[in-house]
């Protein structure tokens, strides 16, 4: 390449490069000059010209007021402005919110514990009026028992056997799927939900119930014999010869 314009080249790449650095010191004092004109109008009553007048910040919401505020409180957070500008408001509500529900979780294992208490008094209640031959009474005390602590599958089991000698199928059926959702090998809640839906006349299903309860559990009687009687319901009639003649 030529010398010459090698140096022409280099000289014209040095003013660019200068020009680019005085635009950079430019905008870095109007940035500033611009804050100290915002931070004087905070402190004074002088109202500023009508095309210096800051815009309207946009409103917040209390609880993203909280959230700023236990930011700028913490010694991590950058004092420069990028750092609210990849602020991320809703996480940190978030955040905010699950340490709060973590600072209240010491009183949850009391309560729990009396709940699961009162539930298990209601159980044994329920469970001296089925003997008694009271299912109504025993019903209501297995609904009790479920209104203090719904996550146990036998309250509901129980209940639902009482559905059933009252005959009332479709709130048993009900009862025993959501003992089978908490505790998917009862067997017992099998059986009951499968009586329920041959009640019901939903064969299928009460076939696939106790299917399921002879896989667990193969020398059920009780369930054997229902499946049977379903099975002869579901066996399409067979074609006897005397049938065949006298239709021709």
Not at 190 to 204: D, S
């Amino acid at each position: 390449m030529d010398p010459i314009l090698l140096q022409k080249q280099l000289r014209d790449n040095s003013a660019d490069l200068q020009d680019y650095y005085k635009d950079i010191q430019s905008w870095g004092e109007e940035m500033k000059r611009k804050e100290a004109l915002l931070n004087t109008a905070e402190t004074s009553d002088v109202p500023l010209p009508r095309n210096k007048i800051p815009k309207k910040e946009k409103s917040v919401t209390p609880k993203k007021v909280e959230v700023a505020q236990t930011a700028a409180a913490s010694s991590k957070v950058p004092k420069d402005f990028t750092y609210w500008e990849k602020f991320d408001v809703d996480a940190e509500c978030e955040r905010i919110d699950k340490s709060k529900s973590d600072d209240d979780s010491d009183l949850t294992d009391e309560y729990d514990e009396a709940a699961i208490e009162t539930a298990q008094e209601e159980k044994e209640k329920g469970n001296k009026y089925v003997k008694a031959g009271l299912y109504t009474e025993a019903l209501k005390c297995y609904t009790q028992a479920i209104a203090s602590f719904n996550y146990d599958a036998t309250f509901y089991a129980n209940r639902a056997l009482c559905h059933l000698k009252l005959e009332q199928f479709k709130s048993a059926e009900a009862d025993c799927t959501i003992a089978i959702q908490l505790d998917d090998k009862y067997i017992k809640a099998m059986h009951r939900r499968a009586v329920a839906r041959e009640a019901l006349k939903q064969y299928k299903e009460a076939k696939a119930d106790l299917d399921k309860v002879l896989c667990l559990e193969p020398e059920n009687k009780e369930s054997q014999k229902l499946l049977d009687k379903i099975e002869k319901i579901l066996k399409p009639p067979v074609k006897t010869t005397d049938s065949v003649k006298e239709k021709s």
